[in-house]
């Protein structure tokens, strides 16, 4: 479907289930705070002149580029000379001064938006500004009979937090720098303004450093990003008014560093071996320890700018130094009571050893389980109370709870976690934003950006947005919409999936595509769990991600727009029962092909019940569509109960990491539009 249909059917088929987001139109994401339609669109000819009442600078004459390019790829209009003069879009950007707060948390990112028969005003108070007011300008084009317009709108805009961040994990799958950088062009879209980079782990350290060469040699497994790379991407993102901030993990998840240097470990090197690539940790009572970390960490600020410093400070297993003779005795002489005591001297040295660099030190929650230095920002992920204990002690607060992409979970379970829910107003104030975060222990390059998007941009409309907008039945129309302007201006996530689903069915891709297109992957790392059992036969970087689990996407669309018909069909809108008959038999008869696949490539094998599942729900929503005919409620019900026993499966982290898995790693997706069909009890 062409992008500008899209825009309209979904948001269409949106108002059908939620009069309330009737005035949404176009799809915006995120939602402005403020948003008031105009009259009568602007026709896009491809031509666009700007004129600056305000301040220009060639920060934003190359921002002003980008959106010109953007503008082309989005109308399909390109402004030819030899075709004669057009009419141009007459584009005003006042943007009233310099922001001495540009790239940091009190980046000024307000704008004023207006469209109408005059043309464009956006005023805004700083580039950053001027940039976000772009980004949604471009979410104004649409497609009429007669061309592509530029809707008319009032719009008035300013986000909600101050740090609305992506953690991107490339220490477990590497990520080349071209591919981060599309990664923030769709964020700049999103309005999100913080590139978290996850660059240390126990698997691999991806930065080269020229103090200590065994690092890019040893900890980085042959892939590295040079000191020129990383200032390159840094200045790519601060193009787009978007923070770099880096993380190196220290004293656990440090399983790279400690086997390159290997003198500052914790335990023996003999005891460190590649099933310890969680836990092992740095030794936090040797004095050279600090020595190395202090020139590791000077050498890595240098080449980030930004004001903070992520340091880690999660997950370090206690044994790791109470197993250790030495280090037990060292904590009994000096006083401290348990290994969070000790490590929360560590935590007050590394912040000092930052703040003598200009940094502040960030780290996850478990640095504040003891006292810490005050202005140590605390990343709370393990949960709300996390985040209120943190603040209740004085530390700004980024949370990332409820936003873990790598759970698998549809944009709708993210959409409905809120950063400040069960928080006091004074512990509310400490919060300065928050992150979503993709770990990539299951995620090669290859599938970065369908894991990320567009699920990534709902949750930046839950920290841009007022609070109050918040409507899942709106999510699911605009959403998809967001994944099309993404793919047009050049994200890779379904041309990626349609590559890997021809690489397992060269002849024919399309009867897996059309499985995959209602099927979802296990939840709640569900798929994980086996990648660590594989990890005690090879390195995690060794192993393949390239079956349909790996291909399908977390949000299905297509299912999610046939559950949606189904309740606005049993409302009352009768005219959709043919096309749900139609995608109903579509689904059935899908199964046939599959078999037919599978035959000619047998790798596809575990994909035959996942099909034959769906085939089986496809004919209980056409005899519940229908009227049935003799027996066919107690197939029915047998395929839906098996349809829920899959997904339970991976309901929550107990359960995908206890219970049997389904086939293929797969669940069902168009289960609740089978069920309400069946409780209808009448032809509809």
Not at 261 to 283: E, G, I, K, L
Not at 500 to 515: F, G
Not at 599 to 612: G, K, N, T
Request: net charge neutral.
């Amino acid at each position: 479907m062409a992008f500008s249909h899209m825009r309209h059917a979904l948001v269409a088929a949106a108002i059908l289930v939620t009069p309330c987001i009737a005035m949404a139109a176009p799809a915006l994401m995120p939602m402005p705070a403020s948003y008031v339609p105009g009259a009568r669109p602007i026709t896009l000819t491809g031509r666009v002149e700007v004129t600056w009442p305000g301040m220009r600078s060639p920060l934003l004459d190359r921002v002003v580029g980008r959106f010109e390019r953007r503008l082309e790829l989005l109308s399909g209009r390109r402004y030819a000379p030899e075709y004669g003069p057009v009419a141009p879009l007459r584009l005003q950007i006042d943007c009233t001064a310099k922001d001495p707060h540009m790239l940091s948390v009190e980046m000024r990112e307000h704008y004023h938006l207006q469209v109408d028969d005059h043309g464009v005003l956006l005023t805004a108070d700083g580039p950053a500004g001027v940039i976000r007011g772009l980004a949604t300008l471009l979410q104004l084009v649409d497609h009429t009979a007669d061309g592509p317009v530029l809707d008319a709108a009032v719009i008035d805009d300013r986000p909600r937090f101050a740090w609305r961040g992506l953690l991107i994990d490339v220490s477990r799958h590497f990520m080349t720098a071209a591919t981060l950088e599309r990664q923030i062009d769709a964020m700049e879209l999103a309005k999100l303004n913080v590139l978290h980079l996850h660059l240390s782990d126990g698997q691999s350290f991806r930065v080269e450093s020229h103090r200590y060469p065994r690092i890019q040699k040893i900890a980085a497994r042959g892939e590295y990003y040079t000191q020129g790379q990383i200032r390159a991407l840094v200045a790519y993102a601060a193009e787009r008014a978007i923070r770099v901030v880096p993380e190196f993990d220290t004293p656990g998840h440090s399983f790279a560093l400690l086997t390159a240097y290997p003198q500052y470990a914790a335990q023996t090197p003999d005891a460190m071996d590649q099933r310890q690539v969680y836990v092992d940790a740095f030794d936090p009572t040797r004095p050279e320890t600090y020595v190395f970390l202090r020139h590791l960490y000077h050498e890595m600020a240098r080449l980030f700018p930004d004001t903070y410093f992520h340091a880690g400070g999660d997950e370090v297993r206690g044994w790791q130094w109470t197993q250790n003779p030495r280090i037990a005795a060292y904590m009994k002489a000096h006083g401290y009571a348990d290994p969070k005591a000790l490590q929360a001297a560590f935590t007050a040295r590394i912040a000092r050893m930052l703040e003598h660099d200009g940094k502040v030190m960030m780290g996850w929650d478990e640095v504040s389980e003891a006292p810490v230095p005050q202005g140590v920002m605390v990343e709370a992920w393990r949960g709300q109370k996390y985040a209120a204990s943190a603040a209740s002690a004085g530390h700004p607060v980024v949370v990332s709870a409820g936003y873990y992409l790598d759970l698998l979970q549809p944009a709708a379970e993210h959409y409905r976690v809120d950063p400040t829910d069960t928080l006091s107003d004074g512990q509310k104030k400490q919060v300065i934003g928050a992150e979503a975060a993709l770990w990539t222990e299951t995620v090669t390059e290859e599938m970065l950006d369908a894991r990320l998007w567009p699920r990534t941009a709902a949750i930046a409309e839950r920290f841009w947005s007022p609070q109050d907008v918040r409507d899942p039945d709106s999510l699911s129309a605009r959403l998809p919409v967001m994944q099309d302007e993404l793919q047009v201006l050049g994200n890779r996530a379904q041309a990626n999936t349609y590559r890997m689903a021809a690489r397992l069915a060269p002849a024919d891709p399309q009867p897996l595509l059309t499985l995959l297109s209602v099927t979802g992957p296990v939840r709640n790392y569900a798929r994980n769990h086996q990648a660590w059992q594989y990890l005690h036969k090879v390195p995690i970087t060794q192993q393949q991600f390239d079956t349909p689990a790996d291909i399908a996407a977390p949000d299905s669309f297509a299912a999610q727009a046939f559950n949606r018909d189904v309740r606005a069909c049993l409302a009352g809108q009768h005219a959709l029962k043919a096309d749900l008959r139609a995608r109903l038999v579509a689904w059935r008869d899908n199964d046939a092909a599959m078999v037919r696949l599978v035959a000619q490539y047998p790798v596809l094998q575990p994909l035959l019940p996942v099909s034959a599942e769906l085939a089986a729900l496809a004919r209980a929503g056409l005899a519940a569509l229908d009227g049935g005919g003799h027996g066919w409620r107690d197939s029915a019900r047998h395929a839906i109960t098996l349809a829920h026993q899959q997904i339970d499966a991976s309901a929550t982290t107990k359960a995908a990491h206890t219970m049997a898995q389904p086939p293929a790693d797969l669940v069902q997706e168009i289960v609740p539009g089978i069920e309400a069909l069946m409780a209808s009890g009448r032809k509809t």
